[in-house]
């Protein structure tokens, strides 16, 4: 049985920063492209950033130089960095598991984890 499961999320300031985890398990986790997606209330779930299976990272625009995505593959587990967190960051994070995709389209990944939330005030 596949499962993720995020944690981390919190309430912080604007400007601070967290350290999302996803822990997977049931897969073979080097031969997956691992995402993380938010969404945020009324709003489509939205990319944040994939990692190939050769670790190759994309970032969405919005993200770039604040979230910074990692894998640890002796924990099987999957990381996002996010600094500089502004108010327009506040969603659910969840994290997403894809065998042969990486891309931004959400309906594309074969597993997902329950989410976390994040809460960012000004």
């Known amino acids: 049985q596949v499962q993720l499961v995020e944690s981390g999320g919190g309430l912080v300031q604007a400007g601070g920063s967290l350290r999302l985890s996803c822990a997977v398990s049931?897969?073979?986790?080097?031969?997956?492209?691992m995402a993380w997606f938010r969404q945020a209330p009324g709003k489509e779930r939205e990319y944040v950033v994939g990692s190939t299976r050769s670790s190759s990272t994309y970032y969405a625009d919005s993200v770039k130089g604040r979230f910074t995505i990692s894998r640890d593959k002796a924990k099987n587990t999957v990381f996002l960095q996010m600094h500089s967190l502004k108010p327009e960051d506040t969603a659910v994070y969840y994290c997403?598991?894809?065998?042969?995709?990486?891309?931004?389209?959400?309906?594309?990944?074969?597993?997902w984890g329950q989410g976390t939330q994040v809460t960012v005030s000004s």
């Open positions: 049931g897969l073979t986790f080097g031969t997956y492209g």
């Open positions: 997403a598991a894809s065998r042969y995709y990486t891309g931004s389209h959400w309906n594309e990944y074969d597993y």
